[in-house]
Nanobody, 120 residues
């Protein structure tokens, strides 16, 4: 059974930092690339960072150099360290496995997400 629990969001001023956490069930975490997605108001959900089983990391241009994704296998947890936050980073953030989403599409399970608001 897939379970994803995101936490760590909140209100932060521009230039500030937050660290998001995602506790994932073993079935989805162990053998998959894991990623962080975000959905801003009125926009589609987008993948912004992902990490392979080998620890290779990838980022979209809008967050490159500011966000860092990592994973702790012992805790089945994925993290997103977000620095130099901008108002355009405001969104609900979710974690998931891109391959799992591609396979299950509309049947894929998502967590509740964690809201990040960047505002002065």
């Amino acid at each position: 059974q897939v379970q994803l629990v995101e936490s760590g969001g909140g209100l932060v001023q521009p230039g500030g930092s937050l660290r998001l956490s995602c506790a994932a069930s073993g079935s989805i975490f162990s053998n998959n690339v894991m990623g962080w997605y975000r959905q801003a108001p009125g926009k589609q959900r987008e993948l912004v960072a992902w990490i392979t089983n080998g620890g290779n990391t990838y980022y979209v241009d809008s967050v490159k150099g500011r966000f860092t994704i990592s994973r702790d296998r012992a805790k089945n947890t994925v993290y997103l360290q977000m620095n130099s936050l901008k108002p355009e980073d405001t969104a609900v953030y979710y974690c998931n496995a891109p391959d799992y989403i591609a396979e299950y599409r509309n049947l894929a399970v998502w967590g509740q997400g964690t809201l990040v608001t960047v505002s002065s």
